[in-house]
């Protein structure tokens, strides 16, 4: 087993125009205009996303397997872009429809189950109960940002109590490094002392508003803990999709490559160079983590689109990326200081993103995770939101609500 040093402590186009306006149109209840504040700009990759993904009910469904199944990262996700769409409507029936169906309609005595869907038999329902943390950060982050926004003390209690199960079900300490974030409740704690984790699930800003709003909590230690994770598993500059950590001794560990998952980085870690682009210049851990991941700019700018898959270890790539994954780079290469693969990047993504829109139809929508990625990615590249040093998020639509509207 390979070991990693020891650690021990311490603008859309006309077209596109078009079709936003015909998704207002057709868009679902949950996604409809009627929720949305007449002083906030419109987002036409928003509407798209609510015809297409958000049922009446508020489920986010993926349609491309035969489960027909929806996720509690998609609830979550669909409840970040409400909030920068400034919908409210849409993102209380996503929430709603999250608690009822994810967390059996109680918030405070259970995490969202991860996976929700058709079963063998026919029926509807939950798939597998684990928990996804990334998805639970997401919630959580976002329910205290809407109870801001939105005067919404229902959010507020909702958030605490989710961030209260988050820290009992899916922290751990770990020998010689400290607090950390699992990826769910339970399976990631494995035997012989090992720990599997996610960097994906770890974006610096939602770690920075945990740490505010739970000071006692493990939260600012664990942003310290995710930039060591990054500089010690990525040698190549490079992140796999899963990693993990061994306990040597009860003071002491070392990252490994995750002998269950091996190096490879893909659609999972795609996101961890996402994150990394959009934390705030001035947070002190952002240029470490960008220096960490310096591989994947040196893999896209010898061809000009990002690599499908990578090899943590060797820096050996495979393939071209989806648009989605060029999405994800505009905030990357933007940190960096590269506005010419930034543009570049966007300009791909904008494309083929187009593209998909407008091969798009009933029962055929475009690809999930590539809009998704395209949400954050070019939503941040329209300055429709930042993060701040707080962790907070600065949303565009606040500029233009007045007082009364936004707050």
């Known amino acids: 087993m390979r070991a990693y040093p020891t650690i021990r402590r311490p603008s859309w ?11 207002v149109l057709a868009a679902p209840a949950a996604a409809r205009a009627d929720g949305v504040a007449a002083c906030a700009p419109a987002w036409p990759l928003w509407q798209a996303f609510g015809t297409h993904f958000i049922q009446r009910d508020g489920r986010v469904l993926d349609a491309s397997t035969p489960r027909l199944h929806s996720s509690s990262e998609g609830q979550s996700y669909g409840m970040f872009f409400a909030l920068v769409a400034n919908d409210p409507a849409a993102f209380d029936k996503m929430w709603r429809w999250a608690v009822d169906n994810l967390a059996g309609g109680d918030i405070g005595a259970r995490l969202p189950a991860w996976h929700w869907g058709k079963r063998e038999d026919g029926s509807w329902g939950v798939l597998d109960d684990n928990s996804a943390s990334d998805a639970d950060l997401w919630f959580a982050y976002a329910l205290f940002e809407a109870a801001d926004r939105w005067h919404r003390d229902d959010y507020l209690r909702d958030a605490r109590a989710l961030v209260a199960r988050i820290e009992a079900e899916e922290t751990v300490e770990l020998p010689g490094l400290g607090p950390m974030l699992l990826p769910g409740r339970r399976s990631f704690a494995r035997p012989d002392s090992l720990w599997q984790i996610n960097p994906s699930y770890l974006p610096l800003p939602l770690l920075r508003r945990l740490a505010t709003v739970s000071p006692s909590g493990p939260w600012a230690r664990i942003a310290d803990n995710t930039a060591a994770l990054l500089a010690a598993v990525s040698p190549k500059g490079f992140v796999a999709d899963w990693v993990a950590y061994r306990g040597a001794s009860p003071t002491s560990g070392l990252f490994v490559v995750d002998p269950l998952k091996g190096d490879p980085g893909s659609y999972d870690a795609i996101r961890t160079y996402l994150w990394a682009g959009m934390a705030p210049t001035d947070d002190p851990l952002a240029a470490p983590m960008l220096q960490a991941l310096r591989g994947m700019a040196a893999a896209t700018a010898s061809t000009g689109t990002p690599p499908e898959r990578v090899r943590a270890m060797t820096g050996r790539t495979e393939g071209t990326g989806p648009f989605g994954f060029s ?3 505009v905030p990357y290469f933007t940190a960096k200081k590269q506005p010419w693969l930034a543009d ?8 083929l993103l187009d593209e998909s829109l407008r091969t798009a139809g009933p029962g ?16 941040w590249a329209e300055e429709r939101y930042r993060f701040l040093s707080t962790g907070q998020v600065q949303l565009s639509w606040e500029k233009t609500c007045p007082p009364t509207i936004a707050r």
């Open 13 to 23: 186009r006309l077209a596109a125009m078009v079709l936003a306006l015909s998704s």
């Open 327 to 329: 999405s994800a780079l």
């Open 344 to 351: 570049l990047q966007r300009r791909r993504a904008q494309a």
């Open 364 to 379: 055929r929508q475009p690809p999930y995770y590539d809009v998704v990625l395209s949400l954050f990615g070019l939503g």
